[in-house]
Every structure is written in structure tokens, then in C-alpha cells.
């Protein structure tokens, strides 16, 4: 009859899985890897569903929403008016921030950020610098005297692996997104001045994308990896590439080692063969 309960034997089998998964997650992976699929039913080298909305925080200057599978981050960006550094009187700052907050998964607790928040967020920060995503010089109002501080901060909403490739594009299309009101710095009074009758979007000289593979009993590559799958994995690597396509950075998490050059020379080839449908789906 339509619409009527499984029969039980369906449910004792899916309950008996999901008992086998908790109590020995590292055989339950291995018995779907000799199958050639994930626990998903992704394939090896498969990306799961990439969605990006922006400009939905009506309060921040800049904004985007990313699902990546069920990985959802929201980023928004706040600028702000400070005085420059003295060595570096001409360039404004980008401040980056990743939150991982208890309600996102119950791998992380109350109290203060996790130190794989802080990780992260160095991580996010290194990959902005080498992808040179903004000048810095642009958030200069007058120099020596008013520089624009953009806080780029983004919170995982729920979590469920790679939370590093969804937050550095929800960060980079957060960026796109944002508008600054002209200023302008008065001389007499020392005060700037800003004006939101005219809007100026920021100029990016790029939009990189990270594309990460996790490692899985040193020969098994296995791409966007989900948190199921991050505890168990020897070692993950990050590739960031700019939208030319060429190379911009390579971090590797987690103490296990690739196994051979061949390895980190895949994911990066993996990584380009991927960026075309990835990247102009992000981005449009």
C-alpha cells in the first residue's frame, strides 16, 4: 500500500549499518572503498553539490551563503576605518575569521573557538595572501592617516567535512559581493568622511577556489571528503587555484604522509580537471 511503513527487516538492516558505522567506522569505509564508492555514493574523485547565494545579510557591507553537500557556511564582511600600520601607511587590512560553533556539529564544544577554528582561519588568511585576492593598497583612504579594515568573517551553520573549501569561497564571493561607501579624509578635522550615496564595489584581481583530496590508507584518493570520512583519512591537501588555472598554494593536514610525489601530483591534476565546472559555477 502506498504510503505504508518499511517493511521491518529494512529498518533492522539500515539500524544494524548505522550501529557497524559508529562502532567500527574504519571497516565500514574500507568495505565501501572495495567497491569502488563512498558511503554517499559518490564516486572517488566526485564533488558534491556546490550552491552560493550572496548579498542576503542586509547588515553587513558584503555577504554569502555556501552549501557545499551539507556543509554550510554564512560569511559576511563589516568595514571598518582605522589608522594604517606605520611601516605600510598606504595599505588597509583584511582580517579573516573562521567560527566553528558547537551548534554546527557535536565534534566541537562550548566556550572559547576550537583550535581547528584558529587553524582554519590562519589557513584562509595565507590562502587569500598568496592568491593576492585584493590589493591592499585599494583600502587606502589617505595615507598615513585612514585606511578601510574589512572583517571577513564567516560561521559554519552545520558541518559535515571541508570546511575549508566552502569557507574560502563563501569568503571570496562575500568580497565580490561588498560595497564601500566613498571616503574621503579631511585635513582640518583629521575625521573622515563617508558618503552612502555613492558605493564602490571592491576591485579583485582574482577568485581562487581550494580543491581538497583526503588520503585513505596511502593509496586511495578521495575527493571533498566529508566529516564522516576526515578522522580517518592518513592526510589531506588543499590545492588552491586561481581562475587561469594555475597553481597558487598546496597545504597538507594531518600528520600522515602523501606516500609519493605521484600522489600530491594527482590531486593537482584532479584539481585542474575539476576547476572548469567548479569554478564557473561559483563565480558566474
Not at 571497516?27 to 542576503?56: C, H, K, M, Q
Not at 575625521?191 to 584581481?205: A, F
Not at 594531518?254 to 593537482?268: E, K, N
Request: proline share 7%; glycine share 6%; aromatic share 6%.
Amino acid at each position: 500500500m502506498s504510503g505504508s511503513a518499511p517493511p521491518p527487516s529494512v529498518e533492522q538492516d539500515a539500524l544494524k549499518a548505522s550501529t557497524f558505522q559508529r562502532l567500527h567506522p574504519r571497516v565500514y569505509l574500507e568495505r565501501f572503498i572495495a567497491e569502488n564508492v563512498r558511503p554517499d555514493g559518490r564516486e572517488f574523485d566526485e564533488w558534491r553539490d556546490i550552491t552560493v547565494n550572496v548579498g542576503s545579510i542586509s547588515t553587513a557591507d558584503g555577504s554569502a551563503l555556501v552549501r557545499m553537500g551539507d556543509t554550510t557556511i554564512v560569511c559576511g564582511v563589516k568595514a571598518e576605518i582605522a589608522e594604517p600600520e606605520l611601516d605600510i601607511p598606504g595599505e588597509g587590512f583584511l582580517v579573516p575569521n573562521l567560527d566553528l560553533p558547537a551548534l554546527c556539529s557535536p565534534k566541537f564544544k562550548p566556550g572559547p573557538p576550537a583550535e581547528e577554528a584558529q587553524v582554519l582561519s590562519d589557513r584562509l588568511n595565507e590562502a587569500l595572501i598568496a592568491a593576492g585576492v585584493l590589493d591592499l593598497t585599494s583600502l587606502c583612504i589617505q595615507s598615513g592617516k585612514s585606511v578601510w579594515v574589512l572583517y571577513v568573517d564567516a560561521v559554519c551553520i552545520n558541518y559535515d567535512g571541508n570546511a575549508f573549501d566552502a569557507t574560502l569561497i563563501a569568503m571570496v564571493a562575500a568580497l565580490k559581493n561588498t560595497r564601500l561607501p566613498k571616503a574621503t579624509f579631511d585635513e582640518e578635522t583629521g575625521r573622515t568622511i563617508c558618503s552612502r550615496k555613492e558605493m564602490t564595489p571592491l576591485r579583485l584581481n582574482t577568485l581562487p577556489i581550494s580543491m581538497s583530496f583526503g588520503v585513505f590508507d596511502s593509496q586511495h584518493i578521495l575527493a571533498d571528503p566529508t566529516s564522516f570520512e576526515e578522522p580517518l583519512l592518513d592526510t589531506t591537501l588543499s590545492i588552491v587555484l586561481n581562475e587561469a588555472e594555475a597553481l597558487v598554494s598546496v597545504t597538507q593536514l594531518g600528520i600522515g604522509a602523501t606516500g609519493s610525489q605521484d600522489v600530491l601530483l594527482q590531486c593537482i591534476a584532479a584539481a585542474k580537471r575539476h576547476w572548469p565546472e567548479i569554478g564557473t559555477q561559483i563565480y558566474k
